[in-house]
C-alpha cells in the first residue's frame, strides 16, 4: 500500500496530518493555541537507532527549544504529556522528568500528576536493579483545564460495597461508572509479542495515549505528537474522533504510521484494547 505523507480530511471532524519531517520545522505550520493535548514521548539520549548520542546539557538545549514551540501551540485548557524514562551514562541514571520539570515550569506549565507508567519486560541489568517503570509528566496551561474522568474510569474493587452508616446506609458507596483509575498505570509495553508491534523499537502503547486522550480532550480536539514514531498517538486520537497531527524524522516511521491509520479506517488494526486484564500466569487463561 502506498504511504501518504501530507493531510488526509476523512471527514468532516476528523482530520490527520502525518509528515516525515524535523520537529521544529513541522511546528512552523501549526497556529498558535491550537492543541489541546500535545502528548509524546521524546528519545532518551541513550544511542537509538533514531538518535545520536550528546552531552545531556545539549539534549535539554534542544528540548528546550521543541517544548517552547509546544506551549505556543497549547490550547489555554489544554495539556502537554511527557512520557520519558532515563538517560544513561556510564551505569549512572539521570530520570529525565527530574531534568526536565524547571523547563515546563519555566514556561509556566503546572504539573497535575507524575503517573507511574510500570510495565514488566525490559533489559535484565546486572549493577543495577532492571527499571520497570517510566513516567508521564501531565502539564496544563492554566487552572481552567480540560479533565473528563467518566471515559477513564476503572472497574471498582469493591462494586457492591454499601454505605454502612449514616443517612445513606444501605445505598451503593461507589461510582457505578467505576473508580478514578489513579497515577500508577500497568500497561504491558510493546515487545516482540504484543499485538502492536512494528518496525520501531521503542512504541508506546496505544491504550497509554488513549486514556490520556479521553481524559484530556473533547471530540473535535486536536492532539499533537512532535516525536510520533509509528503514529500510535494519532491512532489514539483519531480512534475517538479526535483530530490528529504528528511528524518524526525517519520516513519508515511515518510510512508505518500510515498503513496504521488505514487499517484503523478499515476497521482493520488490532491494538490491546483499554482496561484488558495484564496477563497473569497464576490465573486460568492468563486472566483473560
Ligand atoms: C521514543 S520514539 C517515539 C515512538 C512513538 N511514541 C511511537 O509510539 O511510535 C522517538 C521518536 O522521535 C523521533 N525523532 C527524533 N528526533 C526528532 C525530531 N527532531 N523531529 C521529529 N522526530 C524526531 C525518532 O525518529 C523516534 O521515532
Not at 513541522?26 to 550528546?54: C, H, W
Not at 460495597?161 to 446506609?169: D, R, S
Not at 492532539?223 to 483530530?243: L, N, T
Amino acid at each position: 500500500m502506498e504511504a501518504r505523507q501530507e493531510v488526509l480530511w476523512v471527514d468532516r471532524h476528523v482530520e490527520v496530518v502525518m509528515r516525515a519531517e524535523d520537529n521544529l520545522e513541522f511546528m512552523q505550520s501549526l497556529a498558535d493555541e491550537s492543541m489541546k493535548l500535545v502528548v509524546t514521548s521524546p528519545p532518551y539520549n541513550i544511542g537509538k537507532s533514531y538518535e545520536a548520542r550528546r552531552p545531556l546539557e545539549k539534549y535539554v538545549q534542544e528540548q528546550t527549544r521543541v517544548i517552547a514551540e509546544c506551549v505556543r501551540l497549547l490550547h489555554p485548557q489544554g495539556s502537554i504529556c511527557w512520557q520519558i524514562g532515563n538517560h544513561v551514562q556510564n551505569g549512572e541514571i539521570f530520570p529525565l522528568d527530574v531534568v526536565l520539570y524547571q523547563v515546563f515550569r519555566n514556561y509556566g506549565l503546572r504539573l497535575r500528576n507524575r503517573i507511574i507508567w510500570h510495565f514488566e519486560h525490559g533489559l535484565h541489568c546486572k549493577k543495577r536493579l532492571s527499571g520497570r517503570y517510566e513516567t508521564i509528566m501531565w502539564f496544563t496551561k492554566g487552572n481552567d483545564y480540560t479533565f473528563n474522568l467518566d471515559p477513564i474510569r476503572v472497574p471498582s474493587k469493591y462494586p457492591g460495597k454499601k454505605h454502612y452508616k449514616g443517612p445513606k446506609i444501605g445505598q451503593r458507596s461507589g461510582n457505578p461508572l467505576g473508580k478514578n483509575p489513579g497515577d500508577l498505570w500497568i500497561f504491558p509495553n510493546v515487545k516482540n509479542n504484543h499485538i502492536e508491534k512494528t518496525i520501531h523499537p521503542c512504541q508506546f502503547p496505544v491504550e497509554l495515549v488513549e486514556r490520556l486522550v479521553l481524559a484530556l480532550t473533547d471530540e473535535g480536539d486536536c492532539v499533537f505528537d512532535p516525536y510520533m514514531g509509528v503514529g500510535s498517538s494519532v491512532i489514539a486520537a483519531v480512534r475517538h474522533g479526535r483530530k490528529g497531527y504528528g511528524c518524526d524524522t525517519v520516513k519508515e516511521y511515518v510510512d508505518v504510521a500510515w498503513e496504521r491509520f488505514n487499517q484503523l479506517r478499515a476497521g482493520e488494526l488490532k491494538t490491546r484494547p483499554m482496561n484488558k486484564p495484564v496477563y497473569d500466569p497464576n490465573l486460568p487463561n492468563g486472566g483473560h
